[in-house]
């Protein structure tokens, strides 16, 4: 398969994955960006998904839309930083000229604009609605600038005798960090009313602020440690979110769900926290590193180091209240969407494919997966497991895919109905046909006899009852129907092809 025909297929899990939400879940991992690239830096919107990609030495941006299509590299290669999506708009800074500027870009139109060209150096930029803010360094002060799409004007919104970097805007509402002596407070202004002030105010460091509404979350070392801090500005109150062993940090809020990277397992994992149920939630464990989380809605992607290349991956968090309505310029937080799943029964087959993976079982072997026990309102149930992608679409089964002595093994009327064969079900002989056009395959359960037309075929691996279904071995269903099967170990994921 090729690199674009990949791209495509990996998008194609992300928004069909999208529709599939079971209430009060963590949906299995799902790779958003896997190539021969680095992926790295992922910002995530209500419509479209960025991130930064690197190949040689030499960064661009690839982006996608959350609707359909493929993911498409939007600019040349130079070096790329701090991507921030709002709406149909993205921007970065972005070195081409030599120092940093801010650019941005219309994802619809292919509109690219350079916003700053200041000798100067602007980075970490962050846009919300039509408003754009940024640090700048000019004569060695750096201050928060702002943008404003309708208008075309920019302007100074904080600049003293101390450094203000890191800023982040929702709304009316920016945050940034300001320096002093080495040790950063967060500082927030409503732009709008004026009211600005010190949300910290003590001798520790507070780094990389983000808001959501009238939420202010940062990492803090006040505790020997970084730790995750939370401030609501409605109720005049701090919050601490984090108290366990190791660093938590680059934290990301939305609505109810902040999110960040971690490392007291030694390296980095993703974690997050849902406000309303007070309660931390476990996203994503794995042997390698997981950084760099972005979040939107029920969304949550980070930079996985599980495979020979970084990859974004992300998964879904149900269960945990999204609402941004506070937002100026907010986009009320898509609902769930329609069940686009099959479902049909047969004898031995229960209800059939489609309906929300079992909640109850570990990762599939090989995947560093683990159960993790039921939150009270954000029910967390970590899945990863292998992917079975049949032209170009994700198998979603009731009962997850399982490995046993180098095989795959999936539930059969999934497969069969990707394939377009008809499934034949003999229970007093513990059969089961699967028919396409003038071939038929015939299988036991639990015996390594299976026959194709009519000849005897021995399996590495018998097929069996798992969960009340049938599961059968992918590759040699696939094969015997005149599928291409690969399997991509980095990924855990097997890719039928039968066109």
């Not at 970065?92 to 650019?103: H, K, M, Q």
């Not at 290349?309 to 269960?319: A, F, K, M, P, S």
Request: negative net charge; contains cysteine.
């Amino acid at each position: 398969m090729g690199r674009d025909h990949r791209l495509h297929a990996v998008m194609l899990l992300f928004m069909w994955m999208s529709m599939l939400q079971p209430a009060q879940a963590l949906a299995r991992i799902i790779p958003l960006a896997a190539t021969d690239a680095r992926e790295g830096k992922a910002s995530l919107g209500q419509n479209w998904a960025a991130w930064v990609s690197e190949e040689r030495g030499e960064e661009y941006i690839t982006a996608v839309s959350l609707a359909g299509g493929k993911a498409r590299r939007i600019t040349a290669q130079s070096a790329r930083e701090n991507l921030s999506l709002d709406g149909d708009i993205l921007v970065w800074a972005d070195r081409r000229a030599g120092n940093w500027d801010i650019w941005s870009y219309d994802l619809p139109s292919g509109q690219e604009k350079r916003l700053t060209s200041r000798d100067a150096d602007e980075m970490n930029p962050a846009i919300s609605g039509h408003r754009v803010v940024w640090q700048e360094d000019r004569d060695g002060d750096r201050g928060i600038y702002l943008y404003d799409q309708r208008t075309d004007e920019g302007r100074c919104i904080a600049s003293t005798e101390h450094d203000e970097t890191q800023p982040a805007i929702d709304g009316d509402l920016v945050v940034w960090r300001q320096e002093e002596n080495g040790k950063g407070d967060v500082v927030f202004l409503n732009l709008v009313t004026g009211e600005t002030g010190k949300l910290t105010s003590d001798d520790a460091d507070q780094v990389t602020p983000k808001v959501a509404g009238r939420r202010v979350v940062w990492s803090d070392d006040r505790n020997g440690k970084w730790d995750v801090y939370l401030y609501d500005l409605d109720a005049g109150r701090e919050r601490r979110l984090t108290g366990s062993d190791g660093n938590q940090i680059n934290p990301t809020i939305y609505g109810d769900l902040v999110v960040w990277q971690d490392d007291r397992n030694q390296n980095w994992d993703i974690y997050g926290y849902d406000l309303a149920n007070n309660k931390e939630i476990t996203i994503r464990l794995a042997d390698k590193n997981q950084t760099e989380p972005a979040v939107y809605g029920n969304r949550v992607a980070w930079a996985d180091d599980g495979s020979q290349n970084q990859d974004i991956l992300w998964t879904v968090v149900e269960g945990v209240n999204l609402d941004d309505a506070r937002r100026e310029d907010g986009v009320a937080s898509p609902g769930p969407a329609p069940d686009a799943a099959r479902r049909s029964s047969a004898p031995g087959e229960g209800t059939g494919s489609g309906s929300p993976p079992d909640p109850g079982r570990p990762g599939a072997p090989g995947t560093g997966g683990q159960g993790v026990a039921p939150l009270t309102g954000a029910q967390i149930r970590f899945l990863p497991g292998i992917n079975v992608v049949v032209n170009d679409f994700l198998l979603s089964p009731d009962v997850s895919p399982e490995l046993e002595n180098g095989r795959v093994l999936v539930p059969l009327r999934p497969i069969a109905e990707a394939l377009d064969a008809a499934v034949r079900w003999d229970a007093s002989a513990r059969a089961v046909s699967m028919v396409k056009d003038d071939t038929q395959v015939t299988l036991r359960v639990d015996s390594r006899e299976a026959t194709v037309n009519g000849n005897a075929v021995t399996l590495d691996v018998p097929a069996r009852l798992t969960g009340g279904r049938t599961l059968v071995p992918v590759r040699f269903i696939s094969q015997s129907l005149g599928a291409s099967v690969k399997w991509q170990e980095e990924l855990q994921t097997v890719w039928v092809t039968s066109r």
